[in-house]
């Protein structure tokens, strides 16, 4: 093949082609330096996109960002009255602050995850239309739900000085700052699953569908609502798989507990979030380009 | 000759026809298929259900240069349009493009209803890769040329398409392209405003930004674009001047033309039929399809009848490929038989002809059919018989070269202001000579 040639023949070294990230050609291969540049210079893209989201869900509403709290505190009161009136379970800390714990940031991981998955489809004007870094789609959906878990985060905190203050059972100390660590490793995660379930969905419509049950049985996997120890002995290996459940316990360690999260189990999870992550993105960028065939 | 901004470079593009696995369920199939022998084809070739959507197109634009893409439908211009705004990838050879894209592709695409049109300008503009600060130096300029000043707080689903198509063009032509990609866009909008988007692009052409422009109006890509190429069918047809490969185009568009027309075919649920057309040179009464400006012409229209009618209307008129094409059939020249009190008496089976002379056509520089018909009166909606494009004119003009389709005979002439006088001057006159007569 000479094909190449083209691109030389009128080289004449003072006007080298333009090699940065505005010059493109078609063939030339992807690195992730060239792309992670391309996606600073559209990080502005991110913000803008993320805020339209929030936007748009709370201009017609009369609450506005108190939806972001209620949803959390509403599952919470459901849980409560299930898991105390109901059936017991044992928890080392308050039930309520334990659920609360846990549904917030589980509840941060769902809606990023569900909004990411529709997140090019519904955006299939700009995707077929104009090109740019099509992965603010689903990182937006990230940021956008990000937003109503600093809002829930209200109640968190509400609710820890009222348990701490009533003198109960919970321990709050310096470890509350390794929050950013659970959290980013948190974020790392969800980014990976909603590269994947973005791209899937895309190519194959069913995706949708079959995460909106995948989550809800997800969600009973992980220890959101009640910890992992109740569960049948003989399918804990299986329940061990799960990264989400260090993490929520990571939560409840760190804040509740006042010690250090599992550094076994939370490095599991770190690093399933890291590759999930890096394999998403990579697979990302290799099947950008057939985006608006399938959009 | 300095580098070339855009290099296409023998692009190969195939589509699938239909949607080849949307679901899982077909996902699944596939492989399974493959395995029961009824595999796909091999790379590289367009198989069942695949298609080339740009076959082996190659081009390179200079910069500032404006290049013209012209085809039917279907041809593959949007295909070219995508892979320049790297939305597609070739599946082979390579696209090449310098400088920063800007593309007219679809306006307001990205707009969200539900946000007023100030946060929309935000939004649209940062998708097409502006920055928060330079979006906030140009916001008034933005919507000082859409002219939508008062309606910036409004949620633009209540703006009407022709205010989001301005505050879409607004955006994407303040983004400050080194590269444009112009596809139809401009549909929508008033006159005004079209004309204003026009002018802004001949700035970009002029401050030396190159344009890829997609259009079927010719008047446009005339206007913007000194280079073009035809495609059809994914392959690129021809290449060159942008006047040369429109006239191309649309000489190509226009059915088998020529001087003369003829049909033996008997359609016997007419009452009358048309069974030739004859274009002849008014003097010598010779075939001929070639005419000066100044020439006359004499159409001859060939029929027979099958029923009995009485005094039928012939009609005739020129049609120019070039204004129908954006404004509709356009008519140059209309003519009928009834308004010249022809006593036409049909028996069944009657043959006959009709004659029409034209003076001087009176017509510029270009391609033109003629369409000859027949009906019950000049003003029944439905005719009896109609041949579109029957023949084809082609005039040439050594009078006017400034475009333009008619020719109306006139005189410049000038008065000097006599200062002795109190009079008001004249300071020329426009003369129209009587004989030519245009009916429109």
Known sequence: MESGNVLNKTEDGRQAWREDVNGYVSTRPITAASRFSELLKFRALLWTLAWRDIRVRYKHSVLGVAWAMFIPVSMMLIFSFVFTKVVKVDTDVPYIIYAYSGLLPWQFFSSSTTAATNSLLANRSLVTKIYFPAEVFPFSSILAAFVDFLAGSIVLVALMAYFAMTGSSINISWTVSLIAVVLFVQVVFTAGVSLFLSMGNLFFRDVRYIYSVVISLWMFSSSVVYPMKVADPRIQWLLNLNPMTPILDAYRDVLLKGKVFDAASFGYSAIVAVVVFLCGWALFYRLQHRFAEKA | MSRPTIIFDRVHKKFSRGLASDSLRDAFAAPIRKLLGRGEPAPGTAGNGEFWALNDVSFEVQPGEALGVIGPNGSGKSTTLKLLARILRPDKGRVAVSGRVGALIELGAGFHPDLTGRENVFLNASILGMGKEEIRRKYDQIVAFAELEDFMDMPVKWYSSGMYARLGFA????????????????????????????????EFAKSNVTMVVVSHDRLMVEKLCGKGILLRKGKMESAGPVREVLDRYYTSLSG??????????????????????????????ELKSDFLTSEGMTLQIFYRANEKIS?????????????????????????????????????????????VRYKALNLLGGKYHVTVGVKANHFSTGEYDKVEKAVTLTISSALEQGGGTVFIEHNWSIMKKNLQQDQRPEIHQFQQSNNAKITI
């Open chain 2, 171 to 202: 955006v994407a032509a303040h983004v400050d392209p080194e590269v444009l990609l112009v596809d139809e866009v401009l549909s929508v909008g008033d006159f005004a405003f079209r004309d204003k988007c026009i002018e802004k692009m001949r």
């Open chain 2, 256 to 285: 088998p033309g020529g001087a003369e027309f003829s049909s033996e075919a008997s359609k016997k649920n007419m009452p009358i039929q048309i069974t030739g057309v004859k274009v002849l040179d008014s003097g010598k009464g």
């Open chain 2, 311 to 355: 005094s039928p209307c012939f009609f005739s008129y020129i049609v120019s490929p070039t204004l129908s094409a954006s404004y509709g059939a356009a008519i140059v020249h209309g003519s009928s038989s009834e308004r010249f009190k022809l006593d036409i008496e049909c028996a069944p089976g009657d043959e006959g002809m009709v004659e």
